[in-house]
């Protein structure tokens, strides 16, 4: 068993700045990758970003590069996502995920842990 808490997600004006953090414990950590997904209103979850086990590789999805970072502190467990120059179409719950293997992508079926979520409100 793996469990994932986020914490970070709150209000904020355009163009602001947030920093998710997802701490994890129940299984070594830094042996699996680490994702970040989102889900608004009405829509389906999406893939946000993804860093491999050892924090080497990343990947994002288009619409959040050059914007967001993805990295992670295997001595503390801990996965982070730092969020900047965010727009009111960035408005979600933010979930964690822990990989099945060192490096999971972008599917969500590689994904076998899951956070509760963390909301994040970004106001125009």
């Known amino acids: 068993q793996v469990q994932l808490v986020e914490s970070g997600g709150g209000l904020v004006q355009a163009g602001g700045s947030l920093r998710l953090s997802c701490a994890a414990s129940?299984?070594?950590?830094?042996?699996?990758?680490m994702g970040w997904f989102r889900q608004a209103p009405g829509k389906e979850r999406e893939f946000v970003a993804a860093?491999?086990?050892?924090?080497?590789?990343?990947l994002y999805t288009d619409s959040v590069k050059g914007r967001f970072t993805i990295s992670r502190d295997n001595a503390k467990n801990t996965v982070y996502l730092q969020m900047n120059s965010l727009k009111p179409e960035d408005t979600a719950v933010y979930y964690c995920?822990?990989?099945?293997?060192?490096?999971?992508?972008?599917?969500?079926?590689?994904?076998?842990?899951w956070g509760q979520g963390t909301q994040v409100t970004v106001s125009s």
């Open positions: 129940g299984r070594t950590f830094g042996s699996n990758a």
């Open positions: 995920a822990a990989g099945a293997s060192r490096w999971s992508g972008k599917s969500d079926e590689r994904y076998d842990y």
């Open positions: 860093i491999s086990w050892n924090g080497g590789s990343t």
